[in-house]
């Protein structure tokens, strides 16, 4: 923690360590930063012999986090196409 509200985390840059953010989760890239944790988590997992059967309703929600954000960048580039 810090005492100013600006907070650097190593691999993400400066952040506002007080605000809310779940409201930004497409705007601040929070969405990438939440599916890489659960992908991290799976992965590791996997890796200390976890069967993938256990992991089923994560990979579900990494899944869905992966639609997610295919639908966001296929609606972002539609308005950038549109505002051209």
Excluded at 15 to 33: C, E, N, P, R, T
Aim: a negative charge.
């Amino acid at each position: 923690m810090s005492d100013t509200c600006a907070l650097h985390v190593e691999g993400v840059g400066v952040i506002a360590q007080y605000d809310g953010y779940y409201d930004k989760l497409y705007s601040h890239g929070v969405i990438y930063f939440v599916r890489d944790c659960l992908l991290q988590r799976i992965t590791t997992q996997l890796d200390q012999g976890v069967p993938a059967a256990s992991l089923r309703a994560d990979i579900a929600r990494l899944n869905a986090l992966n639609s997610k954000i295919e639908a966001s960048e296929r609606d972002a580039n539609r308005e950038d196409d549109v505002g051209r």
